[in-house]
């Protein structure tokens, strides 16, 4: 009989310590979801600052004035557009640069090394 109690009493034992462990790893896991969650929620909130940002500033008039005469090109009433041609594609030989003087003597009367 006391034999049956132990061995019920280890098993008891053995099933709460499982669950423990078990407990433990899940607990562990789901607050590294958490720490893992709350990073990207900050990167998501500061870039989200950073576009509502970019909004205002694309609404303003001097960036919609900016956009109009760079990308389409458009002019107001009294401006002149001056086009400036790209500058000529001038071809450049080398030359190659001479030996010194005491090196061609050397290599005509002793050779190359």
Not at 19 to 33: G, W
Not at 68 to 92: F, G, H, T, Y
Request: glycine share 0%; proline share 6%; net charge positive.
């Amino acid at each position: 009989m006391k034999l049956i109690k132990n061995i019920i009493f280890i098993f008891l034992l053995l099933f709460l310590f499982s669950s423990l462990l078990r407990n433990l790893f899940s607990y562990k896991s789901k607050l590294d979801f958490y720490e893992q969650f709350k990073q990207n929620f900050k990167k998501e909130e500061k870039r989200n600052i950073q576009l509502k940002t970019e909004v205002v500033r694309k609404k303003s008039t001097e960036e919609i004035e900016k956009t109009i005469r760079n990308n389409l090109n458009l002019l107001k009433d009294n401006e002149i557009a001056l086009i400036i041609p790209p500058p000529p594609i001038v071809s450049v030989t080398v030359t190659p640069t001479p030996q010194p003087n005491w090196r061609q003597w050397w290599e005509l009367y002793f050779g190359k090394n």
